[in-house]
């Protein structure tokens, strides 16, 4: 199976402004794009109200592993294999992710922050919470500290 979105003409630009408007529709604030070294988007990342907690969240695109994908493909043609290609499949099919998600938050089958919770940012680090439990092994153990124990001991 050809990888999803790989024939999309779609400039970068168009999928990303349609996905701000999209998670602005649904909640998100404070939604800005980050741009790697050659002026490309390479992420976008945003904020919402949790719970009163405004919560940031880092959605990548990761066009060298698309570019990897679309060159192992035998679907996919030659002329397709170049990263111009690669970042607008990887935003489509990003566009189409978030959407799909909205669609499951706007019947109440999950919430906005279960399905975004891999993507949870933690501007200080600049890591996901994903990209912390990577770290971490995926040990979900909470650190107890001295002050937070109240008496208890390890």
Request: include cysteine; charged fraction near 25%.
């Amino acid at each position: 199976m050809a990888l999803k979105n790989y024939t999309t003409s779609i400039v970068v630009e168009k999928t990303v402004m349609e996905i701000e408007s999209i998670l602005s529709n649904h909640g998100a604030t404070h939604i800005f794009k980050m741009y790697s070294e050659d002026r490309t988007p390479c992420a976008l990342a945003f904020k919402c109200l949790v719970n009163d907690n405004l919560i940031a969240f880092k959605l990548p695109m990761e066009e060298d592993k698309i570019l990897q994908v679309l060159k192992r493909s035998k679907q996919v043609p030659r002329s397709k294999c170049n990263i111009e290609q690669a970042r607008r499949t990887g935003w489509r099919i990003i566009k189409d992710w978030v959407d799909s998600q909205m669609a499951l938050i706007e019947i109440n089958v999950v919430k906005f922050e279960q399905v975004f919770l891999p993507y949870m940012y933690d501007e200080r680090l600049d890591q996901t919470l994903f990209q912390k439990l990577e770290k971490n092994n995926f040990n979900l153990q909470l650190e107890y500290h001295e002050e937070n124990t109240q008496g208890v001991h390890k």
